[in-house]
């Protein structure tokens, strides 16, 4: 009588109660455990330890300009902002906003110093990514970093870096 239920219902119906048991009791009970001591150790940073964390942060969320490594950073904040740490959520928002502020304030520095350092193409590229770095999209900086990469992802995750532990302290 069950046959035609058994795919459909029955057997996804199991498998979500064992592997949500699962999750809950086996899993779950670890992650609880290192949050609550992730929790804990950046209740008790102080100083140093503080400009640490927030540079660590800062790097990682403008490292690849909205990347999986971005990525993993704003995931791990929005973790502690559930947990009541709100520092770090500030570092994220700052962070993704250096690289394309960054680029724009070279831009208008060359511009000022009349010493011309970006194409045409390059020039309308950071015309987009400033307005983008506003909303805190740092995606508007990848088309820079792709024609000298080297310059833009270390200029940028160092600025990033040294705001967010600005930022932490």
Known sequence: WAQGL???LIVP??????????????????IVWATDALTNFLHNLQGSGKFLFGSIIGGMAAFD?????????????????????????????????VPPFGVTISWVLSKIL??????????????IAFPMGI??????VIPLAA???????????????????????
């Open 6 to 8: 058994k795919p459909m």
């Open 13 to 30: 119906l199991l498998s979500t109660i064992i592997i949500g048991l699962l999750m809950y009791f086996v899993i779950g009970v670890p």
């Open 65 to 97: 300009f909205g990347g999986p490594v971005n990525k993993v950073a704003s995931l791990f904040v929005d973790g502690l902002l559930l947990e009541g740490i709100q520092e770090p959520e500030a570092v994220k928002i700052l962070a993704s906003m």
């Open 114 to 127: 009349r010493k011309p350092r970006y194409t045409q193409e390059e020039e309308d590229n950071i015309k």
């Open 135 to 140: 909303c805190m999209i740092t995606e508007g």
């Open 147 to 169: 024609v000298d990469p080297l310059r833009v992802i270390f200029s940028c995750t160092v600025g990033a870096a040294i705001g967010g532990g600005l930022s932490m302290i």
